[in-house]
């Protein structure tokens, strides 16, 4: 007997809202599989897997950005060489089933239980595929069509922290432990508008104003993430170089190249300096890093990062390979293992305390670390871009010294020595204002 793909889906909807039933609507633990192993990579990093390593990435987007032709383009392209496992998107999956067609008309009530019955589906839907991931003992990769923060862009704040609170949920719990990196595709209505169509998805239903709307709050939604891309239609040549960026992303998020992604960083003439530009959100979130005795050969660290009292936490060791070459092995463990770590810290160094502060300029994603516990405080600028440096546009209010990309003494790792000191030829500069 032949299976449409529709019942496949419904009768996974029903398993999953079986076991969320079976759980008697306690909450799901939004905390990925503790021994699910990350992969970070700057410059000329390899990526180096265990048997069990699972990259969680989200693509999302604000209507008709192209996510469905993206995800089949990662699947097909990535399948030769990495497992891939898709999560569906499951509001489509509940407006499918007739659960809703818009929010038009329901209260605030009807709101927030719909969106925490979505998000859970969500969460049941990303924690079935990981465990299935993690079961094939190879190199996986897991994409979501959306991520569970995409709810907070359909509802009002107060009734988005309501639900979090009611729930148990954090940001950080939500955005940061669950998925390894975001992808953000901008809606053809912002740049693209001839081509904004609401006829190749049953579940869509925004006009352009409200298009943009939603993808502006999409957007806001995955600030504060340490690995956000937005990739939007004006510097993009066509639909296909649109998609094409995505798979580079992607392809530079799993390790796959190192060569694709332009990461720069850049050192500001004023410390904590925050961007005064009108309608930039700023996340702020709060880094502690500890590096760990160990072999010359290697640098091992634990880190701490979250916002307002929530925070989760990771180990990373970098390995040096060959002459310009290095791997890194990055996990996440948990708040009790962070302590156990630390008590093999290394006494030469000090614990490197950083403010750092996310926000969105002109679909240019920023994080802007400031050291803390560095005498008078250094800020520094942080961007990743496929475009050229030079057309990326650095917002108003942020006044920069130079480029210190390449200047090694800049790194966490250097800053961490208990003598370290600003250069001087910056230290008139950055202090003396």
């Given at each position: ?73 990662l699947a097909s392209e990535l399948s030769n060489s990495i497992k891939v ?46 465990e299935i991931a993690s079961s094939f003992n190879e190199k996986s ?293």
């Amino acid at each position: 007997m032949e299976v449409s793909i529709d019942t496949i889906l419904l009768t996974l909807i029903i398993g999953c809202l079986v076991m969320i039933i079976a759980k008697n609507k306690s909450v799901p633990s939004p905390e990925s599989p503790k021994k699910a192993k990350l992969s970070q990579r700057q410059g000329k990093i390899k990526s180096q897997y265990n048997s069990h390593d699972v990259f969680r990435i989200v693509i999302t987007g604000g209507p008709c950005a192209g996510k469905t032709t993206g995800i089949n383009k990662l699947a097909s392209e990535l399948s030769n060489s990495i497992k891939v496992l898709v999560v569906p998107e499951a509001s489509t999956l509940l407006v499918k089933g007739g659960a809703i067609n818009n929010f038009v008309g329901l209260d605030n009530n009807a709101q927030v239980e719909f969106q925490a019955s979505l998000m859970q589906l969500q969460m049941a839907l990303e924690d079935a595929f990981t465990e299935i991931a993690s079961s094939f003992n190879e190199k996986s990769l897991v994409i979501c069509d959306r991520g569970v923060m995409d709810g907070s862009a359909y509802i009002s704040s107060d009734l988005w922290q309501a639900l979090l609170d009611e729930r148990g949920w954090t940001a950080v719990h939500l955005r940061d432990r669950r998925y390894e990196a975001v992808v953000h595709l901008v809606s053809a209505a912002n740049g693209a508008e001839k081509y904004y169509s609401l006829c190749n998805n049953v579940a869509r239903y925004e006009g352009i104003k409200e298009a943009q709307i939603v993808d502006s709050n999409l957007q806001k939604a995955w600030v504060g993430h340490s690995h956000l891309t937005i990739i939007d239609n004006e510097s993009t040549k066509s639909f296909e170089h649109k998609i094409n960026n995505l798979l580079n992303h992607v392809l530079w998020y799993i390790g796959a190249s190192a060569s694709l992604v332009n990461t720069r960083k850049y050192l500001l003439k004023h410390p904590q300096s925050i961007p005064n530009v009108d309608e930039v959100q700023v996340v702020k979130i709060y880094i502690e890093d500890i590096f760990l005795k160990g072999k010359s050969s290697e640098i091992s660290k634990i880190q701490r990062r979250g916002q307002s009292g929530s925070f989760f936490y990771t180990h990373s060791t970098k390995k040096k390979l060959d002459d310009d070459e290095y791997s890194v092995n990055k996990c996440q463990i948990t708040a009790r293992e962070y302590i156990v770590l630390g008590n093999n810290k290394d006494v030469s160094r000090k614990t490197v305390k950083r403010l750092r502060q996310c926000f969105i300029y002109k679909n240019q994603y920023f994080m802007l670390n400031t050291y803390l516990n560095v005498k008078g405080g250094i800020s520094i600028l942080r961007v990743e871009n496929l475009k050229d440096m030079e057309s990326v546009e650095i917002p108003l209010g942020l006044s920069i010294l130079r480029d210190v990309t390449e200047d090694p003494g800049y790194s966490t790792y250097i800053i961490s020595k208990i003598n370290w000191y600003v250069s001087s030829k910056d230290k008139d500069i950055i202090f003396d204002q």
